[in-house]
């Protein structure tokens, strides 16, 4: 269900999660942060990988540059929503990994219903980029997943896995500061690998152990990088 242009302004919660879109002609890059402090015009959102962003040399960030961005908020009601809205950057504050956009007077909002029930029956396609590899098999293999779901993910192999092979997954959410390590890791189950084509698999996992903090923040994540039409 989409809301119209200026129907209903979002909450801008502190901790919400955004991504900021840049675009330089054929170019982009996706900036991930959450919001750290709401001013009258203004938001200041917390950017861990700022300097890397920075450093880019494809698309310049700097202030007045225009980006399109999405909020993920959940309201008091316990309904799950994605606003979207083009907006500029007003300053970047590179030792705090700060940028400051304005607040915007338009956007579009996506509704995804209630976050109960969106646990229960979570299924969507987005890709993150992860490392994987069989317990107790040192080679590493890097991969995209496919569909996150509420007990487990599915990625695209080359070669079949075997059902009940336990992999391990290493991940970062662009938007979190990992301050202990093996936050960023889980451990799954293969229950499925069905062949797609020539050398393509999709392999399905279940997860067998996962932080409750890095499973919320895997949905969290999904949800953030769906469309507003």
Same mark, same amino acid.
């Given at each position: 269900?989409?809301?119209?242009?200026?129907?209903?302004?979002?909450?801008?919660?502190?901790? &919400?999660?955004?991504?900021?879109?840049?675009?330089?002609?054929?170019?982009?890059?996706?900036? @991930?942060?959450?919001?750290?402090?709401?001013?009258?015009?203004?938001?200041?959102?917390?950017?861990? #990988? #700022?300097?890397?962003?920075?450093?880019?040399?494809?698309?310049?960030?700097?202030?007045? !540059?225009?980006? /399109?961005?999405?909020? $993920?908020?959940?309201?008091?009601?316990?309904?799950?929503? #994605?606003?979207?809205?083009?907006?500029?950057?007003? /300053?970047?504050?590179? &030792?705090?990994?700060?940028?400051?956009?304005?607040?915007?007077?338009?956007?579009? +909002?996506?509704?995804?219903?209630?976050?109960?029930? $969106?646990?229960?029956?979570? /299924? *969507?396609?987005?890709?993150? /980029?992860?490392?994987?590899?069989?317990?107790?098999?040192?080679?590493?293999?890097?991969?995209?997943?496919?569909?996150?779901?509420?007990?487990?993910?599915?990625?695209?192999?080359? *070669?079949?896995?075997?059902?009940?092979?336990?992999?391990?997954?290493?991940? !970062?959410?662009? @938007?979190?500061? @990992?301050? +202990?390590? !093996?936050?960023?890791?889980?451990?799954? &189950?293969?229950? +499925?690998?069905?062949?797609?084509?020539?050398?393509?698999?999709?392999?399905?996992?279940?997860? +067998?152990?996962?932080?409750?903090?890095?499973?919320?923040?895997?949905?969290?994540?999904? #949800?953030?990088?769906? !469309?507003?039409?």
């Amino acid at each position: 269900m989409f809301g119209l242009f200026g129907k209903k302004e979002p909450s801008f919660n502190i901790d &919400s999660a955004i991504k900021m879109v840049a675009i330089e002609g054929n170019n982009w890059i996706d900036i @991930y942060g959450v919001i750290e402090n709401v001013k009258k015009d203004e938001i200041e959102i917390k950017v861990p #990988l #700022l300097p890397q962003y920075m450093a880019n040399t494809l698309v310049p960030i700097s202030p007045e !540059k225009e980006v /399109d961005t999405n909020l $993920l908020e959940i309201h008091k009601d316990g309904s799950v929503k #994605l606003f979207n809205f083009s907006t500029k950057i007003k /300053d970047i504050l590179l &030792s705090e990994r700060i940028i400051v956009i304005s607040k915007p007077s338009k956007f579009k +909002e996506k509704t995804f219903g209630k976050a109960k029930e $969106l646990l229960n029956n979570f /299924d *969507i396609e987005v890709e993150i /980029d992860i490392e994987y590899n069989a317990v107790g098999v040192p080679h590493v293999q890097k991969g995209k997943t496919h569909r996150i779901f509420h007990n487990g993910i599915s990625l695209f192999t080359s *070669i079949p896995i075997p059902v009940k092979t336990i992999i391990e997954v290493s991940l !970062k959410i662009p @938007y979190v500061e @990992y301050a +202990e390590k !093996k936050k960023d890791k889980f451990t799954a &189950s293969v229950v +499925e690998s069905k062949q797609l084509e020539k050398k393509k698999f999709e392999t399905v996992l279940n997860y +067998e152990s996962i932080e409750d903090s890095l499973k919320n923040y895997l949905l969290e994540y999904s #949800l953030l990088n769906q !469309k507003v039409d």
